[in-house]
């Protein structure tokens, strides 16, 4: 079937003519893009902090190249009115270019450009495509180049996003605390290498996943802004400032940080910041961290609410689902499960975004795009990720106090609390007959009157066994 012309406009570039879509508001270079990079299925219209940062980018070049005189009033209204209804979430749908793509973002910053240039365009009474009024390269793109708007806008991006991760990360120490304080009564029996160790409460465990995570919490209140600040805006191709006038990035990062609420400023040295991916890797680094320690909490809650009736069975997490397709009445920890999947992907992310940086070669690192598409991607994971297990898990877990008792007075590790007392012999020798008889160790310590009964209830008070306590020295 032949397209009618109203059905589309040829738009024109370094390769040749292109018959571009009439509705759309991108151009040609965005078009070959979309056919040249089919490769993640994940367009940059994924990524709403991605593109509302290029615009904010756009908005402030154009506003340093009006105030320098290189830009007229009529175009610099034009691109500002544009850049403003996509920061307020307009025209997202626009931005179709694959994540993943040669060029060194080269494609996703004319997705931009062209997007910018074509609606404002039409606020100058203009059709899209009419390029002599409003040029997406000259006019959109002018002082810039996609090595210093693409980096800047994906460190711009990150932090736009960067307080949403960190109240999704309260809101899960929260509720971990909560249930610390919930449970704060509850003796139960500590394990390490998966064997029986000595008493605590579930209280104190509760309590130190939130303490992991808290510290997680505090270096990426403190470190991680402070990794994305420096910005190579103005530095152009290679960081020298090519075809950008010699006051355009005093004027352009302040007006950035303005625009973006973030106290974005130009990095020390320019060449060396549109190569150099180290703040990434970093970054995705301590995003890896709290993955991991995120899914080592998600392993405990699986132990630690197994059973029902043939498991260890001192939590309960709320049921959300059947959970087998064969087995009537079968309930799994379906929401942590789903947590060490995301936790395995960030991990995973990880190594690509340290893959893509090592990559650089001398004045630029052509991989950054899989750097932006892995850093978004695993920033994104790691919110829902929090949301999910704190709304579905955390705040429904409950306790099985009686089972935690049970638990601990049968345990064989409980003459671990009474070693101080009898000796470490005597307390190998009646783990031991324990273990062979089954046994309470707390009956055999009895039947042999190792310890005057009075004694033996203050050494079993919970505060006495979870806690440092001077032994008395005539024992």
Known sequence: MVSNIEDYRIEEDLIGQVNVPADVYYGVQTLRAVK?????????????????AFAIVKHAAADANFKLGDLSKEKHDAIVYACQRIVAGEFHDQFVVDMIQGGAGTSTNMNAN????????????????????????????????????????????????????LQSLRQAICSLK??????????????????????????????????????????????????????????????????????????AVPRLAELSGHPVRAAKDLIEASSDMGDF????????????KLSKICNDLRILSSGPRTGIQEINLPPRQPGSSIMPGKVNP???EAVNQVAF????????????????????NVMEPLIAYKLFESTGLLQRALDMLTTLCLDGITANEEHCKAL???????????????GYKNSTRIAKKAFATGA????????????????????LKPENMITPRLIPKDR
């Open 36 to 52: 040249n990079f089919d490769l993640s299925g994940v367009r940059l219209s994924h990524f709403p902090n991605f593109i509302r």
């Open 114 to 165: 062209e997007v910018i240039a074509n609606v404002g365009l039409e606020f100058m009474g203009h059709a899209k495509g009419e390029y002599q009024y409003l040029d997406p390269n000259n006019d959109v793109n002018m002082a810039q180049s996609t090595n210093d708007a693409y980096p800047t806008a994906v460190r711009l991006g990150l932090l736009l996003g960067h307080d949403s991760l």
């Open 178 to 251: 909560g249930k610390g304080e919930e449970f704060s009564h509850i003796l139960k029996m500590g394990r390490t290498q998966l064997q029986d160790a000595v008493p605590m409460t579930l209280g104190q465990e509760f309590c130190s996943f939130a303490t992991t995570l808290e510290e997680d919490l505090e270096r990426f209140i403190e470190w991680g802004p402070e990794l994305l600040l420096d910005v190579n805006l103005g530095g152009t191709a290679i960081g020298t400032g090519i075809n950008a006038d010699p006051a355009y990035q005093g004027i």
């Open 281 to 292: 890797v970093l970054f995705s680094g301590m995003l890896k961290r709290t993955a991991t």
């Open 334 to 336: 379906v929401i942590p």
């Open 345 to 364: 992907e960030i991990i995973g992310n990880d190594l690509a975004v340290t893959l893509a940086a090592e990559a650089g070669q001398l004045q630029l």
């Open 408 to 422: 601990v007075q049968n345990s064989i590790g409980l003459v671990t609390a009474l070693n101080p007392y009898i």
């Open 440 to 459: 309470a160790v707390l009956d055999l310590v009895r039947e042999e009157a190792l310890l005057d009964e009075e004694v033996l209830q203050e050494i």
